[in-house]
């Protein structure tokens, strides 16, 4: 460093490297190249640059060095020019070539003109200032943590064959959380110990979805007519910190969780394999200051079905401090507080207390199925067998649903009905034909949908759930990522339904087209393929990447026909 700055610093800044022709009155414009021989005359009248300053000052104050910061920052503030701003660099004038040459002075040296300010320039002067005065931290610059030492970003040294290199170091908390009393009793018999939302106070338990209420405040400006965040969900590494907001510790948990997500989730078995991704995916990308921390919140449906012993395999593996080879530590919440990464957010002008939906704990939580008998008969016998199906077709007289056009008509056969399948499908029709704010006696036709979708995901019954998340317009949060995936390796993909017009993507999109042209080509045909097309995509988009040859001479995807 020292042999650098002792070459290339100069009374005006740093020069870029020795012979730099670039912006001197003796460069030659179009020229793209020069041997050395020619490069000579350059020899030293090269342009000083003084942003160099700005990165040697900040470098200094990484380091400890506030005094040779402060020193750069103050040669910095002699050079600018009239209007307050950073040139872009320091030109010898013509006239003073030669005299440069024999005895470097500031004399020689004016700033290069130009019409508009160098804004790069501009803005690292401004940083550069803000971190001298204390107004942000180096954290603030510095969001990946090179400048912290290895202990803390997550990296310990080790030797390898007589080099020094960096190992991982790191290790994923996790933290349960039961959703209720009832529910942590029933799993601290199975030796599963959990927390319940009111034993983890202060610390707040929101779910993903506040997270991104609160985000939504990041750049406000009214006067600006600056509306914000966008409200895009945030992924695993954002919800593996600890958020210090206005004084309240709040921990988010993981959007695979959120009740307001895509029904997959509901699915225990594919649930478990999405953990794991996670956990993967944040013990590989990890790369803050101290832990990451991953709190999961068990409900009532977690636990119910067959999937509840690969539930108790997962909680064994987390016991021994590790699974699918990332290791994990399971403890109570407030003793990973100290060790997990905090972020302070103090643009949150409102009580965060009040983002949680009412939905996220409910004061019955038991579903209304295992409501009748208790849980710990429940999860002993889901384990080895389901309850019986439900008929698969109406008592008495079939439906056409096709021909139901008329409200009244299609709510007497809703009234009459057993089944809820069957009292979607009417519903189907009528969201159809009348729209989702249409009232009925149970009240609008998407409140009714939503009780009927909830209803369903209880009991499992997914040819209920697509229907209903179709309904209430549901969108998996992967969808425009995946359909990328497939874009990028040149293959078109079709949304509709065979029969019909398709909606051909051969480009990326934002996920709001790609929502609007799903539901727009898809659910007036077959209202459940809107949510199954979904489902292909995300699969269709992991397959894509992790095995290209399945796809090999295809050039068009056709949901459709699958």
């Given at each position: 460093?020292?042999?650098?700055?002792?070459?290339?610093?100069?009374?005006?800044?740093?020069?870029?490297?020795?012979?730099?022709?670039?912006?001197?009155?003796?460069?030659?414009?179009?020229?793209?190249?020069?041997?050395?021989?020619?490069?000579?005359?350059?020899?030293?009248?090269?342009?000083?640059?003084?942003?160099?300053?700005?990165?040697?000052?900040?470098?200094?104050?990484?380091?400890?060095?506030?005094?040779?910061?402060?020193?750069?920052?103050?040669?910095?503030?002699?050079?600018?020019?009239?209007?307050?701003?950073?040139?872009?660099?320091?030109?010898?004038?013509?006239?003073?070539?030669?005299?440069e040459k024999i005895s470097s002075s500031v004399q020689h040296w004016q700033p290069l003109q130009e019409d508009q300010p160098w804004l790069w320039a501009q803005s690292l002067y401004i940083?550069?200032?803000?971190?001298?005065?204390?107004?942000?931290?180096?954290?603030?610059?510095?969001?990946?943590?090179?400048?912290?030492?290895?202990?803390?970003?997550?990296?310990?040294?080790?030797?390898?064959?007589?080099?020094?290199?960096?190992?991982?170091?790191?290790?994923?908390?996790?933290?349960?959380?039961?959703?209720?009393?009832?529910?942590?009793?029933?799993?601290?018999?199975?030796?599963?110990?959990?927390?319940?939302?009111?034993?983890?106070?202060?610390?707040?338990?929101?779910?993903?979805?506040?997270?991104?209420?609160?985000?939504?405040?990041?750049?406000?400006?009214?006067?600006?007519?600056?509306?914000?965040?966008?409200?895009?969900?945030?992924?695993?590494?954002?919800?593996?910190?600890?958020?210090?907001?206005?004084?309240?510790?709040?921990?988010?948990?993981?959007?695979?969780?959120?009740?307001?997500?895509?029904?997959?989730?509901?699915?225990?078995?594919?649930l478990i394999d999405v953990i794991k991704d996670n956990l993967r995916f944040i013990y590989t990308n990890w790369n803050k200051p101290k832990r990451p921390l991953m709190v999961l919140l068990?409900?009532?449906?977690?636990?119910?079905?067959?999937?509840?012993q690969e539930l108790m395999d997962m909680m064994a593996a987390f016991k021994q401090g590790g699974w699918d080879g990332v290791p994990v530590k399971l403890g109570r919440l407030q003793q990973?507080?100290?060790?997990?990464?905090?972020?302070?957010?103090?643009?949150?002008?409102?009580?965060?207390?009040?983002?949680?939906?009412?939905?996220?704990?409910?004061?019955?939580?038991?579903?209304?199925?295992?409501?009748?008998?208790?849980?710990?008969?429940?999860?002993?016998?889901?384990?080895?067998?389901?309850?019986?199906?439900?008929?698969?077709?109406?008592?008495?007289?079939?439906?056409?649903?096709?021909?139901?056009?008329?409200?009244?008509?299609?709510?007497?056969?809703?009234?009459?009905?057993?089944?809820?399948?069957?009292?979607?499908?009417?519903?189907?029709?009528?969201?159809?034909?009348?729209?989702?704010?249409?009232?009925?006696?149970?009240?609008?036709?998407?409140?009714?949908?939503?009780?009927?979708?909830?209803?369903?995901?209880?009991?499992?019954?997914?040819?209920?759930?697509?229907?209903?998340?179709?309904?209430?317009?549901?969108?998996?949060?992967?969808?425009?990522?995946?359909?990328?995936?497939?874009?990028?390796?040149?293959?078109?993909?079709?949304?509709?339904?065979?029969?019909?017009?398709?909606?051909?993507?051969?480009?990326?999109?934002?996920?709001?087209?790609?929502?609007?042209?799903?539901?727009?080509?898809?659910?007036?045909?077959?209202?459940?393929?809107?949510?199954?097309?979904?489902?292909?995509?995300?699969?269709?988009?992991?397959?894509?990447?992790?095995?290209?040859?399945?796809?090999?001479?295809?050039?068009?995807?056709?949901?459709?026909?699958?």
């Amino acid at each position: 460093r020292e042999r650098v700055l002792s070459q290339l610093k100069g009374c005006c800044g740093l020069k870029r490297f020795s012979r730099d022709g670039q912006y001197t009155v003796l460069e030659q414009s179009g020229i793209g190249s020069q041997d050395p021989t020619e490069t000579r005359v350059y020899d030293g009248v090269e342009c000083e640059w003084p942003v160099f300053l700005c990165y040697t000052a900040i470098e200094k104050f990484g380091f400890g060095d506030k005094a040779g910061a402060q020193k750069c920052l103050d040669e910095l503030d002699h050079l600018l020019d009239k209007e307050g701003a950073v040139p872009r660099c320091y030109v010898v004038e013509k006239a003073c070539l030669e005299a440069e040459k024999i005895s470097s002075s500031v004399q020689h040296w004016q700033p290069l003109q130009e019409d508009q300010p160098w804004l790069w320039a501009q803005s690292l002067y401004i940083t550069t200032c803000l971190l001298i005065s204390g107004l942000v931290d180096l954290a603030n610059i510095d969001p990946l943590g090179r400048h912290l030492p290895g202990s803390l970003t997550g990296y310990r040294p080790v030797k390898q064959d007589g080099l020094r290199i960096a190992e991982k170091n790191t290790v994923v908390q996790i933290s349960l959380v039961a959703e209720n009393a009832q529910l942590q009793a029933r799993l601290a018999t199975y030796g599963i110990a959990t927390q319940t939302v009111q034993q983890v106070e202060p610390i707040v338990v929101l779910p993903q979805s506040s997270l991104v209420q609160v985000f939504k405040e990041l750049g406000v400006n009214r006067r600006l007519s600056l509306s914000g965040r966008p409200s895009r969900p945030k992924g695993a590494l954002g919800t593996s910190m600890v958020y210090r907001i206005k004084g309240d510790a709040v921990v988010f948990t993981p959007l695979f969780l959120d009740q307001t997500d895509f029904y997959m989730s509901a699915d225990m078995n594919l649930l478990i394999d999405v953990i794991k991704d996670n956990l993967r995916f944040i013990y590989t990308n990890w790369n803050k200051p101290k832990r990451p921390l991953m709190v999961l919140l068990l409900r009532a449906n977690h636990v119910w079905g067959k999937h509840f012993q690969e539930l108790m395999d997962m909680m064994a593996a987390f016991k021994q401090g590790g699974w699918d080879g990332v290791p994990v530590k399971l403890g109570r919440l407030q003793q990973f507080i100290a060790t997990s990464f905090v972020e302070q957010l103090d643009f949150v002008q409102h009580n965060v207390r009040r983002l949680a939906p009412q939905t996220f704990l409910r004061s019955n939580t038991l579903a209304p199925r295992m409501s009748r008998v208790s849980l710990f008969t429940t999860m002993r016998g889901s384990m080895y067998r389901r309850s019986p199906p439900p008929p698969l077709h109406e008592p008495g007289e079939q439906i056409d649903f096709s021909k139901l056009y008329d409200s009244g008509e299609i709510m007497k056969y809703f009234e009459e009905s057993v089944l809820n399948i069957t009292k979607m499908m009417l519903l189907s029709r009528l969201f159809l034909c009348h729209g989702p704010g249409f009232r009925t006696p149970l009240g609008t036709v998407a409140e009714v949908v939503k009780g009927l979708y909830d209803s369903a995901l209880s009991q499992q019954d997914w040819h209920g759930i697509r229907i209903g998340a179709s309904l209430l317009g549901k969108t998996v949060d992967s969808l425009a990522p995946s359909i990328s995936l497939m874009v990028a390796v040149n293959r078109q993909v079709c949304l509709g339904v065979f029969g019909h017009v398709e909606h051909v993507i051969s480009e990326p999109l934002p996920p709001a087209e790609i929502q609007t042209a799903l539901f727009n080509s898809v659910r007036p045909h077959q209202v459940a393929d809107a949510s199954l097309q979904q489902e292909l995509v995300i699969f269709l988009g992991g397959f894509i990447s992790s095995q290209p040859g399945l796809f090999e001479g295809m050039q068009r995807i056709r949901l459709g026909w699958l």
